[in-house]
């Protein structure tokens, strides 16, 4: 079998208008090949990993993050050393390419930081967010930006050209507790799937990904 018919055909899947998909960790890298194949380049990318080091649920996006950094990548807003969240996400953001308005209202001086972060680079946003019992574990895959906070009820500007959502514990009831409540090793095991899909993706070394060869 040629790998590369089926990659054309997750492709089309995940290009087409508003995607929103779930997926497991094994298909985080289906996902992202869909984004090179479109002709981005790692050079050409940021990783913008949402959330902060004091709740263990929150502390997906800094831990993705910091394994990114890591690892070489020079693009990276969001780490243990330095999260990314509520509190400094507008002035942050000034050196990402996509951000919006949330949809909730916005004032005027929201809007016009919005419209002055634009950059020249593909944002890729990395978040943890809560959902039904059967997704936890699972991950909210899409073409379209991210809504920062929107699971525990906060209005925050959208973010990304890309998002993956990692569905850390269930939602409901008291969502700031379920997010410090939630088991380390799961989001440790998530935060790892989602470096090593981008790592197996987007090499810094761009040497030819051997899933694209024919079996």
């Known amino acids: 079998m040629n790998i590369r018919e089926t990659q054309n055909g997750l492709e089309a899947s995940f290009r087409a208008p508003t995607i929103r ?16 194949q479109s002709g981005v380049d790692v050079d050409q990318l940021m990783f913008v ?9 929150d502390a997906l996006g800094p831990l993705v993050g910091s394994m990114l950094e890591e690892a070489g990548y020079p693009h990276v807003q969001g780490t243990l050393q330095n999260p990314l969240d509520a509190s400094n996400l507008l002035q942050r953001l000034e050196n990402v390419r996509t951000v919006q308005p949330a949809r909730k209202a916005q004032t005027a001086k929201t809007a016009k930081t919005a419209q002055a972060a634009l950059t020249s680079r593909k944002v890729i946003a990395i978040d943890a967010c809560l959902g039904q019992p059967s997704s936890v574990a699972s991950y909210q895959v899409s073409n379209q930006p991210m809504e920062p906070g929107k699971s525990v009820g906060r209005a925050l500007p959208l973010v990304g050209d890309y998002s993956i959502a990692a569905i850390v514990n269930i939602n409901g009831g008291n969502q700031y507790a379920l997010l410090q409540s939630t088991p380390l090793y799961r ?15 987007f090499p810094l070394d761009k040497a030819p990904l051997e899933m694209e060869a024919k079996l």
């Open 21 to 36: 998909k779930k997926v497991k960790g094994q298909e985080l890298v289906e996902f992202l090949l869909s984004i090179r």
């Open 49 to 57: 990993c949402i959330g902060t080091d004091r709740s263990t649920g």
């Open 187 to 201: 989001v440790m095991t998530m935060a790892k799937e989602i470096a090593s899909a981008i790592i197996t993706v």
